[in-house]
């Protein structure tokens, strides 16, 4: 039986491969507030005064599914932003794509948030994020975060529940992502807009802030750096065709989390969209309950905010970029 093929009745996770750190990734930066645990397959996320720290994939993907297990640090959090994301920004730097999963921390006594989004060649100014609250506290256990992209749609997956979905369209153009991304694993300080639009920013009395990811997949169409093409083996390519479709019990799953989580969609936010984007699908219930306007700012956080102060290789280039 193919690996995707489980991930169609109910993303059945453990059916695929978990990488040891080192054989999937590298240390993006922080020195040592990126620690791998000794069974290899754990790595601690740390961010203090002098740094965040991140990890990002030694190969490059055009589609596929990426996970992890994350635990997120516990207490005071607001300010702090812990990223696990597919991104091409150092090889595409004024046309770049995205897919991001971002945990906002808050202020003690509420809960993390969590927020989706894509960019697709460069479209920072037509942010699409939505944000959730979660069932479950986040910095009480491990809880399994992923990423199926195809070339026909994007599902975002908190443990077994869709919680998103989107579908390329005609009407997208080139805002859907379609060149190949690196996968990136970040904490870093985005006191400027991370909760409530900046106004609680990192408190550092409470550091070290530590994430924990392990359970860490890599499964996809890697890209020859030379050729520049994908190689899908075993039948991927379409295995995840195949697992872009979700099964009628999922979609309830889906529907049902995101009546009951969702805070805020672009597809409702008419303060930044005078007319909604082409590819939403407005539902009246879900329009008159988010029409408060969540009062963050969005739109397209700065590479070098995201990564903190380091240089990365790009990978087709050959030249290096903040």
Known sequence: MSLFTGLISGFALQKLPLLQFDEGYTQLFGDQNLIVHRDGKSVRLTLDERTGSGFVSNDIYLHG??????????????????????????????????????????????????????????????????RYNLWFDPTEDFHQYSVLWSPSHIIFNVDDIPIREVKRTASMGGDFPTKPMSLYATIWDGSKWATNGGKYSVNYKYAPYVAQFTDLILHGCAVDPTEKLPSCEDGAAEDLWLASEITVSQRSKMESFRRKHMTYSYCYDHMRYKVVLSECVVDPVEAKRLKVYDPVTFGGIPHRHRHGQHRSKSRFAGTDSI
Do not use: C
């Open 65 to 130: 599914f990426f996970s992890s297990s994350i635990k997120l640090p516990s207490d005071y959090s607001a300010g702090v932003v812990i990223a696990f994301y597919l991104s091409n920004g150092d090889m595409y730097e004024k046309n770049h794509d995205e897919i991001d999963f971002e945990f906002l921390g808050n202020i003690r006594g509420k809960e993390w948030r969590i927020q989706t989004n894509i960019y697709g060649n460069g479209s920072t100014h037509l942010g699409r994020e939505e």
